[in-house]
C-alpha cells in the first residue's frame, strides 16, 4: 500500500501540513510526486498537491482516504519548486499551499480541458489506444479515463508517444493573417537568374528579400521597406521567390518582427564585468553580483552577453523586469538577439497565452524567459543564470500572500542550481550596495557610458522663485525657452510628471471636502475617461455630485495636476506642438503603450507627456530635452523610502536623454531645490547619496540598519479590531527578546478597507533568531481562535510600505 502527502486547498479555513491519503492499487503508477489530485477534505472533494508519496503512514489506515480523482498524469510541479515552496512558507510566513499555487500559470487555476495529443506514429502506440488517435491526434483525456485507459496512456507519455495539453476554454475564434514567408537566398537568386533587367522594381524586392531570407514578415512591411505595391509583391511571390501563408495572430504584442542584432564589442569596463560573472559561470557557482552602471552605461549589453555564454553551456536563463508592459524596447533587444529561443511572460497575455509560454518553458522549448515578478518561477529544469533589472523596483516585491521578494527567490533557485545572479541597476537599492559594500554581493560597476556620451546637463530650477517673479504656470521660463529650442530644431521632449502617491480628487472648493469612498477611509480618484469617480482598492464607483455632500455648494469639482491639464497648457503655450500622452487613460488597451512609444519613435510627435511610466527603458536617439514638472511630489511621502525613490526616479528620467549622438538637456522643476536627493541625482552621483540616505536611516532606525515586519489585523468592527491587535502587540512583547522594538497597534495607513478596519504593529530589530517561531505561535492561536470570529491577520516581513 502506498500513501499520498498532500497539500490540500482550502481556503476558507486553511490548513498547513500535508494529510495522508491512499494511492487506490490501480494509480499507483499515475500518481507522482508534484501532480494535482482531488481528495476529499471533510464533506467535500477539494484540490491538492501531492508533495511525498511514503509506504507507512502514521494515521490508522481504516481511517484513511482513497484520492478521488487525478488531474495531472505528468507532475507540473517539480522537485526544486515542492522544496521552495517549503522555503517560502518559512520566510514569508504564508500558507504553502499560497506558495505552490503562486508558482503556477493562472491557467491551471482556471478552467480547462485537458487532451492528449499524439506524438508520434499510431503503429508505435500499444493496442488499446490506437483507435482513439486514428481519428484524430487530439483526443479528449475524459474518453480515456472512461475507458480506463489512463495507465496505458501515461506509459505512452513517458514514452515521449502523447503529450498533455491543458487547454483554456477561450472565447472567440483564433485570428488569422496572411503573411509573406521569405525562401532561402540560393532559391531567390534563383528567380533573380531567370529574368531579365526590365523589372527593376521586382528586383530591388528580391534583393530585399535576400537579406531578409527566411523571414516570415507582413506585407505592409515589405511594402514599406522597399516602396514597392502589391502587385509588385503578388509577381515576385508567383515567380517563387516567396509564399502566402496565413498564422494565428498571436496576441503577444511584442511577435512583431524583430531584426536579429549581433554582439556588440564590450567596453573595457563591460568586459572585466562579464569576466567576473562568466568565471561563476564556469565554475558551476551560485555568487550574486550587483552590477552597478549609470544610465546608458550598457547594463543589458552584459546581461545579452551573459546569457549567450549560458546558453552556449546548454543551460537556461531567466530575465526579470520591473514591468513588462513598460518596456517593450527592453523585450525587444532579447527577442532580437536570440529569437524564438525566448518566452516573454507578461501581464497583456490571456491566461491562455500565458499558459503557452509557460508550457514552452516547461518542454524545454525555450532557452531564455523574460517576465516580470512571477517569472522568477519559470519552470526551467537546468538553470544557469537569474537576472533582475532595475532591482531597485518595488514591484519585484508581491503585495499579497506569498508576500515574496524576487530577488530573494532568484538567489534561491541560484543557489540551488549552483549559478549566478545578478542584479542591475543604476540606482540600486540601499540594502542591496549595503550588501555589496559587506562583500555578500559582488559589485561590479560600469562608470562610463557605453557610447562614450556625455552624461546630460542637469539644471535644478526653483519653482519658488518663478512664483515670486510672477510665473503662476506649471513650466519655468527657462524649461519653456527649452521646450521652443526643441520645437525650432524639431528635436524631441519627454516631459515627466511625478504624480506617485498623487491623485486626481474631486473637491469642494468652499469647504475642502473630497468625495470619500464608502467603504474605505480614502478619497476617490477622478476618471476622466468615464466621467466617473472611482476607489482604486474596492473597485466601487460613482458619479461626480453636483453638490458638495458636505455643504451642498455648487463649487465642487476637479482637482489636480493630472496629465491632461499638462496637455491642456502646452496646447495653450505652443499649439504648433505635437503632444503624445502617455498615461492609464491612453494605454488601457493591449498593446496600447508600446504603439505609442514606436509612433514617438518614429517622430509622429514632438512632446512625450508622461507619468512614471515613461520613466523606464525609453532609448530613442532625437530626445533631447527631458523636463520634471514637479520633482516633490514623491519626496513628501510618508514613506521611509521617500527621498530613496525620488532619488532613483529623477537619475531614470534623466537618464533618458541624449543616449546617441546628440547632446541631452534635463530641467527639474522642483519647490525644494536643497534636498540631496535631487541635488546629487543631477549628477547621478549615486555614492554620496547612498552615504546621505543611510546615515539619514541609520539615525531614524531603519532598514537597512534595522529589519521592519508589520503584522496587521482587520476586522469589521472596529473595536474587535482595535482589540485584537492589542492582543497581538502584547503577546509580542511578552515573547520577542527585550531589544526588539514593538510599535502600536496603530491604525494602519488606510485605516478602513473593504468595510475592514485595520490595525498594526510594527516591529524593529536587528537580529532576533526568534520572531518566525514567535510568529508561527501567534499564527497558530490566531488558526485555533480567531479565524472563527472572522479576524483576518497578516505578517509582512520586510514590507515595502508602511
Ligand atoms: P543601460 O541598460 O545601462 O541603461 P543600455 O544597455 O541600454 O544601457 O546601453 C545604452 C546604449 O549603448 C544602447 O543604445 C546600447 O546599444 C549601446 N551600447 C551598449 N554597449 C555598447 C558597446 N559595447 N558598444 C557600443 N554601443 C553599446
Ligand atoms: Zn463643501
Ligand atoms: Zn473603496
Redesign the pocket.
Known amino acids: 500500500m502506498r500513501f499520498a502527502q498532500v497539500i490540500v486547498d482550502v481556503s476558507a479555513y486553511p490548513v498547513d501540513r500535508p494529510f495522508d491519503y491512499l494511492i487506490p492499487e490501480d494509480w499507483e503508477e499515475l500518481i507522482d510526486i508534484g501532480c494535482r489530485v482531488k481528495v476529499p477534505f471533510g464533506p467535500r472533494n477539494v484540490l491538492g498537491f501531492v508533495v511525498g508519496i511514503v509506504a507507512e503512514s502514521d494515521v490508522p489506515v481504516e481511517k484513511i482516504k482513497p484520492i478521488s480523482e487525478i488531474l495531472d498524469l505528468e507532475s507540473i510541479l517539480t522537485e526544486e519548486m515542492l522544496s521552495l515552496a517549503k522555503w517560502l512558507k518559512h520566510q514569508t510566513i504564508c500558507y504553502e499551499i499560497d506558495a505552490l499555487q503562486v508558482m503556477l500559470p493562472g491557467a491551471l487555476r482556471a478552467k480547462y480541458e485537458k487532451y492528449a495529443v499524439l506524438l508520434g506514429e499510431v503503429p508505435q502506440l500499444p493496442q488499446m489506444l490506437q483507435p482513439y488517435f486514428e481519428k484524430a491526434e487530439k483526443v479528449n483525456l475524459a474518453q480515456f479515463e472512461k475507458a480506463n485507459l489512463l495507465k496505458p496512456l501515461k506509459r505512452a507519455v513517458k514514452d515521449g508517444l502523447v503529450n498533455i495539453e491543458n487547454e483554456v476554454k477561450q472565447k472567440g475564434q483564433v485570428k488569422q493573417v496572411r503573411k509573406v514567408q521569405i525562401y532561402s537566398r540560393e532559391q531567390i537568386e534563383e528567380v533573380i537568374g531567370q529574368m531579365g533587367k526590365r523589372a527593376p522594381k521586382q528586383l530591388a524586392l528580391m534583393e530585399w528579400m535576400q537579406d531578409h531570407a527566411g523571414a516570415i514578415v507582413l506585407p505592409e512591411q515589405i511594402y514599406e521597406a522597399v516602396q514597392v505595391t502589391s502587385s509588385v509583391l503578388n509577381s515576385v511571390i508567383e515567380k517563387g521567390a516567396a509564399t502566402y501563408i496565413q498564422e494565428e495572430v498571436y496576441r503577444d504584442p511584442f511577435t512583431k518582427e524583430v531584426v536579429k542584432t549581433d554582439f ?4 573595457d569596463e ?1 568586459d572585466k564585468a562579464l569576466k567576473k560573472i562568466t568565471e561563476a559561470i564556469d565554475e558551476k557557482r551560485q555568487e550574486t553580483f550587483l552590477l552597478h ?1 549609470i ?7 552584459v546581461y545579452l552577453q551573459a546569457i549567450q555564454r549560458t546558453i552556449a553551456d546548454g543551460k537556461e536563463a531567466i530575465v526579470l523586469v520591473p514591468e513588462i508592459s513598460l518596456t517593450p524596447q527592453m523585450t525587444e533587444r532579447f527577442k532580437s538577439r536570440f529569437g524564438d529561443e525566448v518566452a516573454v511572460m507578461h501581464s497583456g497575455l490571456s491566461v491562455g497565452e500565458k499558459y503557452d509560454e509557460w508550457r514552452k518553458v516547461q518542454q524545454g522549448k525555450v532557452k531564455v524567459v523574460v517576465g516580470a515578478r512571477s517569472a522568477v518561477f519559470a519552470p526551467f529544469k537546468n538553470l544557469g543564470l537569474l537576472i533582475l533589472d532595475e532591482e531597485h523596483e518595488s514591484t519585484y516585491k508581491q503585495e499579497d500572500s506569498p508576500r515574496y521578494h524576487a530577488r530573494d527567490v532568484a538567489i534561491w533557485r541560484g543557489n540551488y542550481y549552483n549559478c549566478p545572479v545578478i542584479l542591475g541597476s ?1 540606482t540600486p537599492a540601499l540594502e542591496s550596495f549595503a550588501r555589496a559594500k559587506k562583500g555578500v554581493y559582488t559589485l561590479l560597476t ?1 562608470s562610463q557610458r ?2 562614450n556620451q556625455a552624461l546630460p546637463t542637469v539644471q535644478i530650477i526653483d519653482m519658488r522663485e518663478q512664483l515670486q517673479a510672477g510665473n503662476r504656470s506649471m513650466f519655468s521660463e527657462p524649461l519653456m525657452e527649452a521646450l521652443r529650442d526643441r520645437l525650432d530644431k524639431k528635436e524631441q521632449t519627454v516631459l515627466f510628471l511625478n504624480r506617485r502617491g498623487y491623485s486626481s480628487f474631486v473637491l469642494c472648493r468652499d469647504c475642502g471636502t473630497t468625495v470619500q469612498c464608502p467603504n474605505c477611509d480614502i478619497s476617490l480618484t477622478y476618471h476622466r475617461y468615464q466621467e466617473k469617480l472611482k476607489c482604486h482598492y474596492c473597485g466601487h464607483d460613482e458619479y461626480i455630485p453636483e453638490t458638495c455632500p458636505e455643504c451642498l455648494s455648487e463649487n465642487i469639482r476637479y482637482f489636480g495636476t493630472g496629465t491632461q491639464k499638462v496637455e491642456e497648457e502646452i496646447h495653450k503655450l505652443f499649439p504648433e506642438a505635437r503632444v503624445m500622452r502617455m498615461d492609464v487613460d491612453t494605454t488601457k488597451q493591449k498593446g496600447a503603450h508600446e504603439k505609442m512609444l514606436d509612433a514617438f519613435g518614429r517622430g509622429e510627435a514632438d512632446i512625450l507627456l508622461g507619468t512614471q511610466m515613461i520613466a523606464k527603458g525609453l ?1 530613442f536617439p532625437n530626445i533631447t530635452l527631458v523636463g520634471v514638472l514637479s520633482a516633490d511630489t514623491s519626496l513628501h511621502l510618508p514613506d521611509y523610502r521617500a527621498a530613496e525613490k525620488t532619488f532613483q526616479l529623477m537619475t531614470q528620467v534623466s ?1 533618458r536623454a541624449g ?1 546617441h549622438n546628440k547632446l541631452g538637456e534635463v530641467y527639474i522643476q522642483t519647490y525644494t531645490p536643497e534636498h540631496y536627493a535631487i541635488q546629487l541625482s543631477k549628477d547621478q552621483h549615486y555614492t554620496p547619496f547612498y552615504e546621505r540616505e543611510m546615515h539619514a536611516r541609520h539615525i531614524a532606525g531603519y532598514p537597512p540598519y534595522y529589519y521592519i515586519a508589520i503584522i496587521q489585523v482587520s476586522h469589521e468592527d472596529v473595536m474587535f479590531a482595535a482589540e485584537y491587535a492589542g492582543r497581538v502587540a502584547e503577546y509580542l512583547r511578552s515573547n520577542l527578546s527585550f531589544n526588539v522594538s514593538v510599535i502600536g497597534p496603530t491604525t494602519a495607513s488606510i485605516a478602513r478597507l473593504q468595510n475592514r478596519y485595520r490595525y498594526q504593529c510594527l516591529i524593529k530589530y536587528k537580529v532576533e533568531p526568534n520572531l518566525i517561531p514567535v510568529l508561527l505561535q501567534l499564527i497558530k492561536l490566531y488558526r485555533s481562535e480567531w479565524i472563527k470570529k472572522g479576524i483576518v491577520l497578516t505578517v509582512d516581513l520586510d514590507p515595502t510600505m508602511i
Open positions: 556588440l564589442q564590450l567596453t563591460q552602471g544610465t546608458g552605461s550598457g547594463k543589458t549589453e543604476a560600469l557605453a557610447k532609448d537618464g543616449r
